[in-house]
């Protein structure tokens, strides 16, 4: 049995180098020069041939697809992070260019003053039902500002100083019921009082002491008139939003809301020159 299984073994490995051989005879010799048994060895090798080579394409084809797609998932990969840091840095430069235009406003804004100012960051509101303060925080230790000083805003009037401790500084809001400024109507020229109006629930004024004869329209600007001598003459106020005129006293009614947007204040000037001789008491004084 073992010498059968050798005989047998030792025959397989004839025909597994003799049947290459015979294949590759039959291949390489010419088409006239070809026997009966090379064209039957070489039909018998051509279906296996194809499928060799299907076979092989196939193969070939999903390792270059592997490949491909890891090639693809690690470009991505590298997209998405490249994406998500320009983004980041897109953010940034917009951040960056809005404090900018925001610091060219308060330089620009200090230069048409043409006075002396601190700048100063809020910090904080507090309201109430009939007052309404901003807490600020000044840049740099500034001994010279006092109560009653002019605070302005890159949109118009802001307030005034109500108390200083050290670096701290409250203010007293335009919209608050215990401020007031004369202003001029800007298209006209007719005159007025703007009064806050203490309201909790928006940010509002009214207009006091406008004649009932002076032409005033919803959307006027109104801006200071520099009679009082705090505020720089021309400074934003209000924008008037109602006009009612009366068939009879002096005055007409008039509300307005002011330009800045306290809900978004961050960057104020406070006005620390020419106010020696103003008080309270000078600027709300009611015009006969």
Do not use: W
Request: hydrophobic share 45%; aromatic share 6%; net charge positive.
């Amino acid at each position: 049995m073992n010498r059968f299984r050798r005989y047998l073994d030792v025959i397989l490995v004839v025909l597994l180098l003799a049947v290459p051989f015979f294949f590759l005879r039959a291949s390489v010799r010419r088409p006239e020069n070809l026997s009966a048994v090379d064209r039957a060895l070489l039909l018998a090798a051509t279906p296996i041939e194809y499928a060799a080579a299907a076979l092989a394409r196939a193969a070939s084809g999903l390792l270059g697809d592997y490949v491909y797609l890891v090639d693809v998932r690690r470009d991505n990969d590298r997209l998405a992070y490249d994406n998500a840091r320009l983004r980041s840095e897109v953010r940034a430069l917009a951040a960056a260019e809005a404090e900018a235009r925001r610091l060219r406003r308060i330089v620009g804004l200090r230069e048409q003053t043409n006075a002396e100012t601190v700048s100063a960051v809020v910090i904080a509101k507090d309201t109430t039902e009939f007052f309404r303060v901003a807490h600020l925080v000044v840049d740099r230790p500034a001994p010279g500002v006092q109560p009653n000083m002019p605070v302005i805003g890159l949109d118009g009037v802001v307030g005034t100083v109500q108390r200083v401790v050290g670096d701290r500084v409250e203010v007293e809001l335009a919209v608050d019921a215990g401020f007031g400024v004369d202003v001029v109507v800007e298209r006209t020229g007719a005159r007025g009082f703007v009064r806050g109006v203490g309201d909790q629930s928006r940010y509002t004024v009214r207009v006091e002491y406008a004649q009932r004869t002076d032409e005033i329209h919803q959307g006027d600007l109104l801006v200071t008139s520099g009679f009082g001598c705090r505020f720089p003459k021309g400074m934003l106020v209000a924008r008037v939003t109602a006009v009612v005129k009366n068939n009879f006293g002096i005055y007409q009614q008039v509300d307005a809301e002011p330009t800045v947007d306290f809900s978004r204040l961050e960057e104020v000037l406070i006005v620390t020159s020419d106010t020696r001789d103003c008080t309270p008491s000078a600027e709300r004084r009611p015009r006969r």
